[in-house]
């Protein structure tokens, strides 16, 4: 298994992503300290995963004491912490007009400082065991779209976190830091939102091929497989790294030939 013996914090992770990357490491063989706020999701997990291999901590990412109460219950509950994953993220729109400067503090706090804030917490236990952090980010990191000013904004600061943490933690330390920009996922959250927005029940079923060249979005539990890997060993001493989890070039991509641009 990838991860056997390992003990790995996840945030964000009562659902969507988080649940994935939580259910994925523990068939890996991890023991797993769930931080999620939907204290009712996070207990049904933990039943699932079994007590055993799980523990639910549930809390606001950005409230101060969180990030040591996650390390402490790691260490009192499994004996170590080998690896967090900063999951947990504010997704919300906004533009140039109506992004109003406590909202962005909002964004930022949740988004990038809080990660900060948890890795800072976990340094000493992680390099007493040689851990990792994987930060989950986004595409929207690379620019963003229009609508998503501040998230697109808060992203990007969390990939020159991971790839600065990632050079100097590992040289001083011996911890990796990498992080994964997924694109377009398909959570309960996120048909959610698409309904809410108007689209129709089975969205996801009928997706344009130039956003989905594969003719489908990803899964969730795909994001958790490439998690897997860049937290165990077999990935080797890959640090500093951001992969883009996408289906196709972000830079220089070939238009399709029903897509005309006029000047």
């Not at 909002?106 to 851990?131: D, H, R, W």
Request: proline content about 3%.
């Amino acid at each position: 298994m990838l991860l056997s013996g390992k003990v790995i914090i996840i945030t964000g992770a009562c659902t969507g992503i988080g649940k994935a990357i939580s259910i994925k490491c523990v068939e890996e063989g991890a023991k797993v300290v769930i931080n999620g706020l939907e204290e009712d999701l996070g207990l049904a997990l933990v039943g699932f995963l079994g007590k055993a291999n799980a523990h639910l901590v549930i809390g606001d990412v950005t409230e101060s004491h969180l990030p040591h109460l996650l390390v402490e219950m790691a260490v009192k509950t499994f004996g170590k912490l080998s690896a967090v994953v900063n999951n947990a993220a504010f997704i919300a729109t906004s533009d140039i007009d109506d992004t109003e400067i406590a909202f962005f503090e909002k964004m930022f706090k949740v988004n990038t400082i809080a990660p900060f804030a948890l890795i800072q917490a976990g340094t000493k236990e992680l390099s007493e065991n040689a851990g990792c952090v994987l930060n989950i980010g986004s595409i929207n990191a690379w620019g963003g779209e229009p609508h998503l000013l501040a998230y697109s904004v808060s992203k990007g600061a969390l990939m020159t976190l991971t790839r600065n943490l990632g050079d100097s933690l590992f040289r001083q330390r011996g911890i990796r830091v990498n992080q994964i920009n997924p694109g377009w996922v398909l959570t309960d959250k996120e048909k959610l939102n698409k309904k809410e927005q108007g689209m129709k029940e089975n969205w996801f079923e009928d997706i344009s091929g130039f956003f989905a060249p594969s003719g489908r979005i990803f899964k969730p539990e795909e994001i958790a497989n490439m998690a897997a890997f860049l937290l165990s060993d077999y990935c080797g001493p890959i640090s500093s790294q951001v992969f883009d989890m996408e289906q196709f070039p972000l830079i220089g991509r070939n238009m399709p030939k029903d897509i005309v641009i006029t000047n």
